[in-house]
């Protein structure tokens, strides 16, 4: 990984820590709805990732509560990761259905899929 692109993620993560997200308003029956589907989601990332931040925080701001796996902090989610998902990479979101799991790993197809769905 290059310096500017682990420079990049500090920054971000210094961010992420302190700047809070405001998350859309629901109202509470709405929301609890959400928060049960949201718990069908796993979200492995990494703190050092420009792209791991951008999505959790896009999550925040649609006031979900997805299941957040470091995977750099746990060698147990990245197992997970690479058995399941079959790479090791991040951004990884993991919608759990009636049918199996969903392994999106593009940010932006995450991002989109979130968009769609909420």
């Not at 692109?5 to 609890?32: E, F, I, N, T, Y």
């Not at 006031?63 to 902090?73: F, M, Q």
Request: one cysteine or more.
């Amino acid at each position: 990984m290059n310096v500017t692109r682990q420079l990049k993620g500090m920054a971000l993560d210094w961010v992420d820590r302190v700047v809070p997200v405001r998350p859309v308003a629901r109202a509470a029956d709405q929301q609890s709805t959400l928060d049960r589907e949201s718990r069908r989601m796993h979200l492995y990332f990494s703190r050092q990732c420009a792209s791991s931040i951008q999505v959790r925080r896009h999550c925040e701001r649609l006031g979900l509560r997805v299941v957040e796996k470091d995977v750099l902090r746990v060698d147990a989610y990245r197992n997970e990761l690479v058995i399941g998902g079959g790479a090791p990479r991040v951004p990884c979101l993991r919608v759990d259905g009636d049918t199996g799991s969903q392994w999106l790993y593009s940010p932006q197809a995450i991002l989109d899929y979130l968009d769609q769905r909420f």
